[in-house]
């Protein structure tokens, strides 16, 4: 699978929107884009999945651009409670061991 | 509720004791996983099981036992060979397609 590079960390505050950025240069043709959202003390959770263009559900977009070599977590009017790891993963259908990162850590402040 | 539960919520061990996490899915999932989370850290995978009666190592293994008899429960043993248990650990289901794991809350397991 694909290694993903994306920032440590980012900082905002309520009711910006957040763009988290995740290069994936060598993403093959069958894989796909996934988020997930950690918070302190849980396990992560899904929260968006892409193959091209923009995705869009009810707590984020993806845009992923033609070449597909990254993509962009877009996170609208966050609030506090958006404070968490966001992890960036690449992934194919079928079985597989998914490779979690350090992940962006974002703050979001008051 | 379908989802995956994880128990304890925390455990502490002593020196030279083996402890049992649990975990237990209604998902319907076949295959499951184990994943240990340090402070600041990324996931390890630490075992991964895609049937039941099967499972792998993963990245970590060594110090660490898994049983699947049942598609539901996929329990994971932490030895007196693991010296350095510390940590948060994560159990995962996913379903045939793979590509997205559903998470437990975690156990934290302490060193007494």
């Known amino acids: 699978l694909a290694k993903t590079t994306q920032p440590i960390s980012m900082d905002s505050y309520e009711g910006q929107e957040v763009n988290i950025t995740c290069s994936h240069n060598?993403?093959?043709?069958?894989?796909?884009i996934t988020w997930y959202q950690q918070f302190p003390s849980q396990g992560p959770r899904f929260i968006i999945q892409?193959?091209?263009t923009k995705v869009t559900n009810e707590v984020a977009s993806l845009f992923i651009p033609a070449d597909r070599k990254s993509s962009t977590l877009s996170l609208p009017r966050v609030s506090l409670s958006d404070t968490a790891v966001y992890y960036c993963l690449v992934v194919k259908r079928g079985f597989q061991k998914l490779v979690f990162g350090t992940g962006t850590r974002l703050l979001v402040s008051p | 509720d379908g989802g995956i539960t994880q128990s304890p919520k925390y455990l502490f061990r002593k020196e030279g004791q083996n402890v049992t996490l649990s975990c237990e899915q209604n998902l319907n999932h076949d295959a499951m996983y184990w994943y240990r989370q340090d402070p600041g850290q990324g996931l390890r995978l630490i075992y991964y099981?895609?049937?039941?009666?099967?499972?792998q190592k993963g990245d970590i293994a060594e110090g660490y036992s898994v049983s699947r008899e049942k598609k539901e429960s996929f329990p994971l043993t932490v030895t007196s060979a693991q010296k350095n248990p510390t940590a948060f650990y994560l159990c995962?289901?996913?379903?045939?397609?793979?590509?997205?794991?559903?998470f437990g809350a975690g156990t934290r397991l302490s060193v007494l």
């Open positions: 995962a289901s996913s379903p045939p397609t793979g590509d997205i794991q559903y």
């Open positions: 060598n993403i093959a043709t069958n894989d796909y």
């Open positions: 099981s895609q049937i039941v009666n099967d499972f």
């Open positions: 892409g193959y091209k």
